[in-house]
């Protein structure tokens, strides 16, 4: 007697909470989740299969507490299912996102591709010319690139190749542009530069990159060398004759002069 009685004290008085817990603990599960998504914008590693399967469960338990009159399980599912459902829009519209954005970036650097750098930056250069703004544009070689594969391997010749590029993004400023241009040179537009300001910010990632640091397995350093072609509005306002017009100058540059500006005389 005394054995069912406490039964029933624990059917009506501590089961009952179990399952408010149960049904909360999923709920914040799921609600947590949301919040970190919206904040992050970053879907990596979750899979929509799966949530379509937590929804379909989260359906199946709401009706099942429907049938059984437990509305613990009707709510509680019915809340989860809403942000199930959330999640699943997020991670389709953010991959949706992810994959064209992913279009747009070289794969070892992360940086831009030169197809959208050459799409891109033509509306740069007309926004620029609209106000009335300078401009310039860089070709920038990793003069030592095939060197140090050659030198100590791809693995090390990629990474000293993804160091330069993380340099050079955090270098820039946000409305100037950088894209991988081939294997060893990138492609800059410098937004708001003429001839002289341009130069300066060419000198200035020439020094800092000869500060950058990369050691071998066998603790060598590896240098990090680089030559720059300049070209401004002041010779042309076509992309395309812009980086032809920078590329010429990289021509010119030498281990004692790495920075180059493009001169009509020169190019005479």
Known sequence: MLMNIDEATLETTLFPYIGYAAGLATVLTFAIQTLRIVQTKNVTNLSSYMYIMYSLGSICWFAYGV???????????????????????LILYYDAEDKIERARRDPETYLFNRQYFTQAVPEKIGQALAAGQNFAVMMLSFANYQNITEK????????????????????????????????????????????????????????????LSLKTKDNQDIPFDVNLGISSSKQDHN??????????????????????LYSEKKSK
Do not use: Q
């Open 239 to 260: 992309l395309e004759a812009l980086l032809n017009k920078a590329a010429e100058a990289l021509k010119t540059a030498t281990p004692r002069s790495r920075v180059k």
């Open 152 to 211: 100590h391997g791809k693995k090390i010749g990629s990474k000293a190749l993804k160091t330069l590029a993380k340099y050079l993004d955090k270098a820039l400023r946000n409305t100037d542009m950088i894209a991988r241009y081939d294997d060893n040179s990138f492609s800059i537009y410098i937004d708001n530069a003429d001839d002289k300001i341009a130069k300066i910010v060419a000198g200035r990632l020439n020094e800092d990159i000869k500060k």
């Open 67 to 89: 049938y059984i009159e437990s509305w613990i399980l009707v709510f509680s599912n019915l809340i989860t299912f809403f942000f199930v459902f959330v999640i699943l829009c």
